[in-house]
């Protein structure tokens, strides 16, 4: 028996040597464990978050997803759920489970690797406030004690709230609260039990096995949760099985998309981002994405996705009036392949826009085409392939040829998949409240994941014919009114007269009209008139009046060019522009953010607008603002604009806009509440395509969104200011005079119905020859008032 004493003896000496060893080192490394104050004295990295004004998310900004949650706002089954996933025996051990720790470490020495960690909760959270991921023993070495350490100065429910709120997710999302509203797109409390049960899989593999990267692993993982909670008495079989047969609806990704399990969010990139500059200037990176910021904006879900919405259908429209160009590009498809690794990093770097989505062609014909996509194989027949049907042909060129290996873009319509195409046109879309300068909503392009650059505030373009209000508003100011006679005859400018070459201007049709009123004019947009108006008043005059609606006089140079919009506008300071009309003669400032709140939902800054008729400042008289929005009413009710008559309301103003060669084509309108300006174009400028004016290209986007806008909302009338007269002309219809502030109106009561006047005598009480500021150089005939 004795050659058996030796070596057990041997065994226990050196158990208590390498016990004795352990204890020195832990000794050791007892006080330089990192102090608690982390955890006791909690404060996460929270990102700012931005939401429409009606409280619907639109954004996060920081590297964290993060919502904090309480313990006892905790539900139970989310408890329960992680007790039987992660440690079942939480609430009986002291921070570290030696049983399963043991099964653990002999499993590693079997395998040689360190793949087990037999990690409790409490060394979990150690782990993630102070340690790496590294896989060592010595790292394990300090968990193991840091978990002694937490566990003899917190609590199990604030160990367990502090796991909740810290621990990775996947998809940036830290903590369990985040989770819910990332994946599932709700609050916590309104998980059901195998939506619980697919959190609690994630922290294994948060960046590979969660919903929208793997749904599979992720089910997977969901499944071996839910038999945990069954095995532990959590859960009963009844509502195991209903568990598991429940179907499940993700928040976002790809292939949840395809497969039907998508919901929608508001799309307002382009705000959010807005919101996030003016925080960063203001508050600085660290307290925009750290501190928990939320900035409430002033647009509505509902306006905006109408505005989205709109947006998309108005460039889709016009992509498919140009016709289909061909695929994306074509890949090599070696015979018999048809999916694999290879087509789906393909699919994924082509990247989805919208409901625009990615996919390999790998059979067409004429009548029929199958795609792979993401595992899916999708056939596309009849009316899908009618928009592509060009380029099915055999005779089309192999490069624009939907063929095999081809990468083209599909979309779900109400009849089944079609071909479709990214556009290459961009646009954008602003509402703003006439009144305040409320932005109502804003879409600054088709994409923003396509493309950041914010039409509505950075894109400078020439706004064509929408200026001319501004130079008729100029001109009332000068002594004209909506009836003054004007002729629209060819001129002719030698070179040197008004530029270096010669110039012929001529109107969008090529006709000429004749003698007209400036009413009409403006109506039909006729560019002759509104040359001869402007070097009535000349362009110096111009060029002043029009800074009142803040516009840059640098970017308007004071040319006769101006009357035809040759100048620089974006659609941001177009609708500041156009609600001096709408409001009766204010400016006001449109404005994104209208609250930011700190953390504790505290305001810590509020907007304080300009509203007019308070505090706003009057730039232009009322009797200007009226007569210009009854005549850009008849600009929709018998102009280049009637389309807008579809809405049915006669409280519409506005005016559309083209420039030379079809380069931009916009629509800018209002009723006396809500301005609202549509604009379409090349990112660099170049013809949209001849007929692609702002009344066939930009006008439908405004009127789909005014649909849902102005829904519900009663005819809104604008009183008639003090100060105007009505003179009779020849055929018995009558026209508004305008007094200008310079040209004070006569004592003498406005003319009687029946009388024929002068208009000289009629505005100033008598009569005399108009100076030549007053009226275009050219005028010869007596001037009449027409009102339609």
């Known amino acids: 028996m004795r050659w058996l004493l030796y070596p057990l003896t041997a065994l226990l000496a050196l158990a208590v040597v390498g016990l004795a060893t352990l204890t020195v080192i832990c000794l050791l490394a007892w006080p330089n464990l990192p102090s608690l104050e982390t955890l006791t004295d909690y404060r996460p990295r929270i990102p700012m978050r931005v939401y429409t004004a009606d409280g619907k998310l639109i954004h996060e900004f920081g590297e964290e997803r993060r919502i904090l949650v309480r313990m006892q706002d905790v539900p139970v089954h989310l408890r329960d759920a992680l007790l039987a996933a992660e440690d079942k025996n939480f609430y009986n051990h002291m921070g570290v489970d030696f049983v399963s720790f043991l099964r653990a470490f002999i499993n590693n020495l079997r395998s040689e690797s360190r793949g087990q960690g037999g990690s409790t909760i409490t060394m979990q959270v150690a782990r993630n406030f102070f340690l790496s991921r590294e896989k060592s023993y010595n790292r394990k070495l300090y968990e193991i004690l840091l978990a002694f350490k937490i566990e003899k100065n917190l609590s199990k429910d604030q160990i367990l709230e502090l796991y909740i709120n810290q621990v990775f997710l996947g998809q940036r999302a830290y903590g369990f609260s985040s989770a819910a509203q990332i994946y599932f797109g709700k609050p916590l409390d309104k998980l059901t039990l195998a939506e619980t049960a697919m959190l609690a899989g994630l922290p294994q593999a948060p960046s590979l096995a969660n ?52 919901k929608t969010s508001v799309h307002a990139e382009y705000v959010a981002e807005i919101a996030r500059q003016i925080a960063v200037e203001q508050f600085g990176e660290e307290t925009t994405y750290q501190s928990g910021l939320k900035i409430i904006t002033t647009i509505t879900s509902a306006e905006q996705e109408a505005a989205y919405q709109a947006l998309r259908k108005g460039v889709m429209d016009y992509d498919r009036r140009r016709g289909y160009r061909g695929p994306e590009k074509t890949l090599p498809l070696e015979p018999g392949v048809s999916g694999g690794e290879a087509l ?244 006001i400032n449109p404005y994104v953010i209208k609250e930011i709140r700190d953390s504790n939902d505290k305001p810590i800054a509020r907007a304080t607008p300009l509203v007019a008729g308070r505090n706003a400042p009057r730039v232009v008289d009322a009797r200007n603002a009226w007569v210009m929005t009854s005549m850009l009413q008849d600009v929709v009710r018998r102009g280049t604009a009637t389309r807008a008559r579809s809405l049915n309301r006669n409280d519409l103003a506005g005016k559309t806009g083209t420039t030379n060669d079809f380069v931009d084509a916009w629509f800018c309108g209002y009723n006396p509440k809500i301005v609202a300006v549509s604009w379409i174009g090349h990112p660099i400028p170049r013809n949209l395509g001849k007929g692609e004016t702002g009344g066939t290209a930009a006008l439908p986007i405004w009127i789909d969104y005014m649909r849902a806008s102005l829904n519900g909302m009663p005819e809104v009338s604008t009183p008639r200011p003090t100060g105007l007269a009505f003179s009779k002309v020849l055929d018995g219809r009558r026209e508004d005079v305008y007094y200008a502030e310079n040209q004070p109106p006569s004592p003498r009561p406005p003319p009687k119905e029946d009388d024929s006047v002068d208009w000289f005598e009629s505005l100033f009480g008598e009569r005399r020859e108009p100076s030549p500021r007053s009226r275009p150089s050219t005028q010869t005939i007596e001037e009449r008032f027409l009102n339609p």
Do not use: C
């Open 211 to 262: 919903p929208i990267s793997n749904f599979k692993l992720a089910q997977q993982r969901q499944r071996y949760v839910l038999q945990r909670m069954l095995e532990a008495g959590f859960i009963t079989e009844t509502q195991y099985k209903q568990a598991l047969d429940e179907p499940l609806s993700i928040a976002s990704g790809g292939a949840a998309r395809d497969a039907g399990l998508i």
């Open 344 to 587: 789906d990093a393909e699919i994924a770097s082509a990247r989805d826009f919208g409901d625009l989505l990615a996919a390999v062609v790998l059979n067409a014909t004429p009548k029929e085409v199958t795609v792979y996509r993401n595992g899916q194989t999708l056939s596309i027949s009849g009316d899908g392939l009618r928009f592509a049907a060009p380029r099915l042909s055999e005779k089309t060129p192999q490069a624009k040829r939907v063929r095999r290996g081809a990468l083209v873009r599909i979309r779900k319509a109400d009849k089944g998949w079609e071909l479709t195409q990214l556009p290459e046109v961009e646009a954008a879309l602003l509402s703003i409240d006439s009144k305040t300068g409320a932005v109502r909503a804003l879409v600054g392009g088709f994409d923003y994941n396509r493309k950041k650059f914010n039409n509505v505030t950075q894109a400078e373009r020439q706004p064509g014919s929408s200026f001319k209000p501004f130079i008729y508003s100029a001109s009332l100011e000068r002594g004209y009114a909506p009836g003054t006679l004007v002729e629209d005859e060819p001129l002719f400018y030698p070179a040197g007269s008004v530029s270096r070459q010669e110039w012929t201007p001529r109107n969008y049709d090529g006709k000429f009209g004749g003698v007209m009123t400036l009413r009409d004019a403006l109506a039909h947009s006729k560019n002759i008139p509104a040359i001869r108006v402007l070097e009535g008043i000349t362009p110096d005059y111009a060029q002043k009046h029009v800074t009142r609606f803040g516009f840059d006089a640098s970017h308007h140079p004071p040319y006769l060019t101006m009357a035809l919009g040759a100048g620089a506008v974006t659609p941001w300071e177009m609708a500041t522009a156009y609600a001096v009309f709408a409001n009766g003669g204010y400016r």
